[in-house]
């Protein structure tokens, strides 16, 4: 069974930091590219970043751009998105997921999802 489990949302106020983690299970975590994606209320869900399985290619939104960084470890499972800079139209979900595909970059090319963390910009 496949579990994706996200950590380290919050509240920050604009400019400030956060990283978040996402740790995968029952899946060979070094086959799989890993994205983060997001959800506001009202909103489709949309791209945020992705990274390939090996590490080696990575893509952004252009609103993460030069803000935010994804990364993984294979050793342990684990993908991490870091943002600076936060602004108030960051604020919400933020999903972790797998996928099969070389750089994904839409929700549909993601085989497996995390359940989300919230994450809260206040101006």
């Known amino acids: 069974q496949v579990q994706l489990v996200e950590s380290g949302g919050g509240l920050v106020q604009a400019g400030g930091s956060l990283r978040l983690s996402c740790t995968a299970s029952?899946?060979?975590?070094?086959?799989?590219?890993m994205g983060w994606l997001r959800q506001a209320p009202g909103n489709e869900r949309e791209f945020v970043a992705a990274?390939?399985?090996?590490?080696?290619?990575?893509s952004y939104a252009n609103s993460a751009k030069g803000r935010f960084t994804i990364s993984r470890d294979n050793a342990e499972n684990t993908v991490y998105l870091q943002m600076n800079s936060l602004k108030p139209e960051d604020t919400a979900v933020y999903y972790c997921?797998?996928?099969?595909?070389?750089?994904?970059?839409?929700?549909?090319?993601?085989?497996?999802w995390g359940q989300g963390t919230q994450v809260t910009v206040s101006s």
């Open positions: 990274i390939k399985w090996s590490g080696g290619g990575v």
């Open positions: 029952g899946l060979t975590f070094g086959y799989y590219a």
């Open positions: 997921a797998g996928s099969r595909s070389w750089v994904p970059t839409t929700s549909r090319e993601y085989d497996y």
